[in-house]
């Protein structure tokens, strides 16, 4: 996507709305986009303006994409939707000459009178997305034993089992047990 910001760095417009869909990078064997284990079934859509005050340039952008994956803790579908915002300031080659690579990434470059932001906001839209997903906050889990999933019922395997190194402490619980 290409935006022509020169009505605004000539002080002709205040706000320059725009609005797009982005692909993911990679694809999966149905033309889903893939960023890790979460599976994007629609493209990233953006919604958002540049907006112009004396001759400053703020972009502000909304990234919404619905998402498919697995709960980290027991392995069932979840499914939702992210939505990052997404503000930089936009400047000339000119006013970031002076600045080193490192204070470069908190811009959007404005070259030739134009932004082309669909790279950076990919990268900022990756790198937003949580590490994993649960599918509830109090996910049980799987049992470490069997593979039951544990919010769907307990199971008996791991009363069978105890630590070795607890054996001492299980054999003293069961004999004081009657003492409570």
């Known amino acids: 996507m290409k935006i022509d910001v020169r009505a605004l760095l000539a002080g002709e417009c ?74 930089r300031t936009v400047s000339t080659r000119t006013q970031l000459a002076e600045l080193d690579e490192a204070e470069l990434d908190d811009y959007v470059l404005a070259e030739n009178g134009f932004v082309e932001p669909d790279e950076l906001l990919l990268e900022f839209f990756e790198l937003s997305l949580p590490l994993r997903t649960l599918c509830s906050e109090d996910c049980k889990g799987l049992c470490q034993h069997c593979g039951q999933n544990l919010n769907l019922g307990t199971c008996d395997c791991a009363k069978k089992e105890v630590d070795p190194r607890l054996a001492p402490l299980a054999k003293w619980l069961e004999t004081h047990k009657d003492e409570e």
């Open 14 to 87: 205040r706000a320059l709305p725009f609005s797009c869909t982005l692909a993911f990078t990679e694809e999966d064997e149905k033309g889903c986009g893939t960023v890790g284990d979460y599976r994007f079934p629609e493209p990233l859509r953006v919604e958002g303006e540049i907006v112009g005050t004396a001759g400053y340039l703020r972009l502000k952008a909304e990234l919404t994409a619905p998402y498919e994956s697995f709960c980290a803790r027991c392995l069932s579908e979840v499914s939702g939707e992210f939505s990052f915002t997404f503000e």
